[in-house]
């Protein structure tokens, strides 16, 4: 079965940096979009950021960007997102996911949507303090 496996969570302060992994097993990783999305408590599960099957295009919620970067290693089965600047605001469980359907082209509208993914990992939670 397809799997999802999330890492590199913890506590920062605010300024640091961290750097989430989420390894994929059980589906050829090389074919599908992959996102990240987080939730806070109390809120509802909201996009991050995104990067097409073939690495080739990135995109990123207006709050993460300039911060944040998005990338995989389809040798790998790995997906990555770099945090930096962190914010108090970025606390949350960070979940990542995988395209409901191989080699979709799309805009960020598609992306952005949590419909639009049909695995996702168990989440790593991201504790950003003041």
């Known amino acids: 079965q397809v799997q999802l496996v999330e890492s590199g969570g913890g506590l920062v302060q605010a300024g640091g940096s961290l750097r989430l992994s989420c390894i994929v097993s059980?589906?050829?990783?090389?074919?599908?979009?992959m996102g990240w999305f987080r939730q806070a408590p109390g809120k509802e599960r909201e996009f991050v950021a995104a990067i097409t099957w073939n690495g080739g295009t990135t995109y990123y919620a207006d709050s993460v960007k300039g911060r944040f970067t998005i990338s995989r290693d389809n040798a790998k089965n790995t997906q990555y997102l770099q945090m930096n600047g962190l914010k108090p605001e970025d606390t949350a469980v960070y979940y990542c996911?995988?395209?409901?359907?191989?080699?979709?082209?799309?805009?960020?509208?598609?992306?952005?949507?949590?419909?639009?993914?049909?695995?996702w990992g168990q989440g790593t939670q991201v504790t950003v303090s003041s």
């Open positions: 996911a995988s395209d409901r359907r191989p080699r979709t082209i799309a805009t960020i509208n598609y992306f952005s949507r949590t419909f639009s993914y049909d695995y």
């Open positions: 059980g589906r050829t990783f090389s074919s599908y979009a």
